[in-house]
């Protein structure tokens, strides 16, 4: 029995239950435990209240980086909006570009209505001082098949001259653009009976974005600012693309006058362009026959 009252356990209990009896009998009206009791609640006021206190700063501290955190979050998520609208927005004037470059195509068609048109994007620029091609995402696979010893004309959105296809594979397509030292094509003055010439590429000028016009006669007047088209000479270019502008005269020598001559198409600016490739009549049955009675 002595050791039950020595016992740690036997003690706190009975504290407790003596705690427990206390407070049930504070809360009878007119009970003495509640006056024997109010030194006690008045010691044990301010350290409630100062345990309150230091609570309520522990719960507002955890807010404050709950609600930072939650407001970082919504912050990631409206940059994430923004971005993603910037983005659609992007697409849209990309859209917006695409259908103004196919309505181009479309007057390029109805321009040129023995050719059938092929739009192309630019993969990338081959280029140092020798040589420069460019190449497209376009090939036989698409129906730009290039047969041995031919070649078809390219142009930008704005039917201006850029060169023209040189090599096709079965997804690809290679153009010698009109700066190139080895691009050749016949000009004319864009007027009604405008002299002939030729235009080429040249190692030179081509640092200088310009082309050189040859085999002008000496009767033929050439001024800056005039512009030049292809005549139709050749074949392969048909009459009136753009081509530029003449830059410079050089009358030095009534021999051999030269000029130099500013090319329309911007050609390390563009990302689209537009093949023609000549329509091929395909001969009747009743053709062949007639041909092979014949």
Excluded at 70 to 79: D, F, H, S, T, Y
Excluded at 121 to 149: C, K, P, V
Aim: proline content about 4%.
């Amino acid at each position: 029995m002595k050791k039950l009252f020595k016992s740690k356990w036997f003690i706190a209990l009975i504290v407790l239950l003596v705690l427990a009896a206390g407070a049930v009998l504070s809360l009878l009206p007119g009970s003495p435990v509640k006056k024997i009791l109010q030194p006690v609640q008045l010691i044990s006021s301010p350290a409630q209240s100062l345990v309150k206190k230091a609570g309520d700063t522990i719960t507002d501290f955890w807010s404050a980086i709950t609600d930072g955190i939650a407001i970082r979050e919504e912050n990631q998520a409206l940059k994430e909006q923004i971005a993603d609208l910037r983005y659609q927005l992007t697409q849209n004037e990309e859209a917006a570009l695409r259908y103004e470059e196919l309505k181009d195509a479309l007057h390029i068609k109805d321009m040129f209505s023995n050719y059938e048109i092929y739009g192309a994007s630019i993969l990338s620029r081959e280029s140092d001082e020798w040589f420069s091609t460019i190449r497209l995402n376009a090939g036989a696979n698409d129906g730009i098949a290039l047969e041995e010893g031919n070649s078809y004309p390219v142009l930008d959105v704005e039917m201006n001259l850029v060169g023209r296809v040189i090599e096709t594979s079965d997804n690809e397509s290679r153009v010698l653009p009109l700066l190139h030292e080895g691009f050749a094509v016949a000009g004319k003055v864009n007027e009604v009976n405008g002299a002939t010439f030729m235009v080429l590429g040249d190692a030179e000028l081509k640092r200088y974005g310009l082309c050189l016009v040859t085999d002008i006669d000496s009767d033929v007047h050439l001024e800056p600012g005039m512009e030049i088209v292809t005549s139709g000479d050749g074949g392969l270019f048909p009459e009136g693309i753009p081509i530029g502008v003449i830059e410079s005269v050089d009358n030095s020598n009534p021999l051999e006058i030269t000029a130099t001559l500013r090319p329309y198409s911007q050609i390390g600016k563009l990302e689209d362009v537009f093949i023609m490739i000549p329509y091929v009549e395909e001969e009747t049955e009743e053709t062949t026959e007639t041909t092979a009675a014949g």
